[in-house]
T-cell receptor
Framework: GAGVSQSPSNKVTEKGKDVELRCDPI?????LYWYRQSLGQGLEFLIY????????KSGLPSDRFSAERTGGSVSTLTIQRTQQEDSAVYLC????????????FGPGTRLTVT | GDSVTQMEGPVTLSEEAFLTINCTYT??????LFWYVQYPGEGLQLLLK?????DKGSNKGFEATYRKETTSFHLEKGSVQVSDSAVYFC??????????????FGTGTLLAVQP
């Protein structure tokens, strides 16, 4: 079946612009996670959704970052007023439910802020 | 807080050599442990997992045993191939705030296997 998909695969934006990153989880997966992979910080957790609610937003680095999930499916991560330190690969993962240990990762969106 | 420490890379081996990548963790409670692999140009893939002490995860010739007494989950393979060249991430997953099963990753270890 289809895996986790993310779009765009690459995004180059100017400092100060807003960007939206999209994640389509595996059909039927109720848990969805966003992570960020950067040279300086490694792989770090950003936010977790169970259904449409986000019980854990503890990894969002600042209030410029927000995310939503609609219909228990697609999720959008929005970064406002982008900064150069936001440059990273943003990864989305999903799992059947929060008690299922395996998270399936998408290919990521490479964000470059110039 | 919970954390994962894995050996720095790069690790360079000849084909058919024995591989060990060390991983230790710090966690409250009893987390599940994972090895993920990222092949060049590809996304993260689960390689193997162990959910309780003394469990051994295995896949594609790789093995790792959950050692609670040494808080370790070292990755081993008896005979590596060029196709094993990738970045390997050790990770733990625990329940945080009663709600989140987030993954906490090590920094990754680059493995380069030469023919």
């Amino acid at each position: 079946g289809a895996g986790v998909s993310q779009s765009p695969s690459n995004k180059v934006t100017e400092k100060g612009k807003d960007v939206e990153l999209r994640c389509d989880p595996i059909s039927g997966h109720t848990a969805l996670y966003w992570y960020r992979q950067s040279l300086g910080q490694g792989l770090e957790f950003l936010i977790y959704f169970q259904g449409n609610s986000a019980p854990d937003k503890s990894g969002l680095p600042s209030d410029r970052f927000s995310a939503e999930r609609t219909g228990g499916s697609v999720s959008t991560l929005t970064i406002q007023r982008t900064q150069q330190e936001d440059s990273a690969v943003y990864l989305c993962a999903s799992s059947y439910d929060r008690n299922t240990y395996e998270q399936y990762f998408g290919p990521g969106t490479r964000l470059t802020v110039t | 807080g919970d954390s994962v420490t894995q050996m720095e890379g790069p690790v360079t081996l000849s084909e058919e050599a024995f591989l060990t990548i060390n991983c230790t963790y710090t966690a409250t409670g009893y987390p599940s442990l994972f090895w993920y692999v990222q092949y060049p140009g590809e996304g993260l893939q689960l390689l193997l997992k162990a959910t309780k002490a003394d469990d051994k995860g295995s896949n594609k010739g790789f093995e790792a045993t959950y050692r609670k007494e040494t808080t370790s989950f070292h990755l081993e393979k008896g005979s590596v191939q060029v196709s094993d060249s990738a970045v390997y991430f050790c990770a733990l997953e625990g329940v945080y705030g009663g709600a989140t099963n987030k993954l906490i990753f090590g920094t990754g270890t680059l493995l380069a296997v030469q023919p």
